[in-house]
């Protein structure tokens, strides 16, 4: 990679070099070269697709070994844009389906079972239809109370990105961007699959959150640090 960004100084896509670079260097434990690998991408493409990732690969170096989602942006049914960069911080789960599939149709309860459930928690479903028929999709999200948030993936953009090519596929990303479970097809398992992964990953987010609030805690009350000792004085 090294050799390459030398050689292509003239590319306008040489930035992304840099990110393959670091992301190489990290995973290879060479965690100071890779930091300031991802820097100078950032510095050189601020605004990239992948400059995210970066930012978190800085902050937590360990997310190199993981696929990095791809970022997105998109407009639901009720008017409401949700990009991958806006919903930093949650869980999000990708729902690839279509009225149309009938596999599709089994899954809409578990569905629903998990929206209720991790209901006021960090986490997001957005549903990704592959209909053809917008009357028709939206007539069975309404006739079913599908009340997360849907997208009509019209032109392909969202299948042909997260290379979807079967349904349902369900994508679960991680609070940082970042891939943690995928699966295609419905089989009796598949909700406490996922009922698993996303409590899992909510319970990081928590613990994380318990973390940073002790560490302002104990900054804020450095005597809280150290436990009081007894003594004795003559």
């Known amino acids: 990679y090294a050799a390459a960004y030398a050689l292509d100084k003239g590319d306008p896509g040489r930035a992304g070099i840099l990110f393959d670079l670091g992301t190489t ?8 070269k890779g ?17 995210p990732a970066a930012s978190q690969m800085i902050a937590h170096p360990c997310l190199a070994a993981r696929q990095p989602a791809s970022n997105f942006s998109l407009k639901t049914l009720r008017g409401h844009t949700y990009s ?34 991790f209901s006021g928690q960090p986490f997001m479903i957005l ?13 069975f999200i309404q006739q079913h109370n599908m ?9 392909y953009l969202m299948q042909k990105l997260y290379g979807v090519d079967a349904f349902p596929t369900f994508i679960l990303i991680d609070q940082y961007g970042f891939l943690l479970y995928r699966s295609s097809g419905y089989g009796p398992v598949l909700q406490s699959q ?39 004085t003559p």
């Open 25 to 32: 260097q990290l995973q290879a434990g060479e965690t100071p």
């Open 35 to 51: 930091v300031a690998t991802l820097r100078r991408y950032l510095a050189a493409a601020p605004q990239s697709s992948m400059a």
């Open 84 to 117: 991958l960069a806006g919903l930093h911080g949650k869980i999000v789960l990708l729902d690839f389906w279509g009225a149309w599939c009938p596999q599709c149709r089994r899954s809409e309860p578990a569905l629903k079972t998990l929206w209720r459930k």
């Open 127 to 139: 549903g990704v239809s592959s209909d053809h028929k917008p009357a028709a999709w939206q007539s």
């Open 147 to 155: 009340d997360w948030p849907q997208y009509l993936d019209s032109d």
């Open 194 to 232: 996922l009922d698993a992964v996303i409590s899992e990953a909510l319970q990081n987010i928590s613990l994380k959150q318990e973390n940073e609030r002790l560490r302002k805690q104990l900054d804020a009350n450095p005597l809280a640090q150290t436990p009081t000792q007894s003594v004795c």
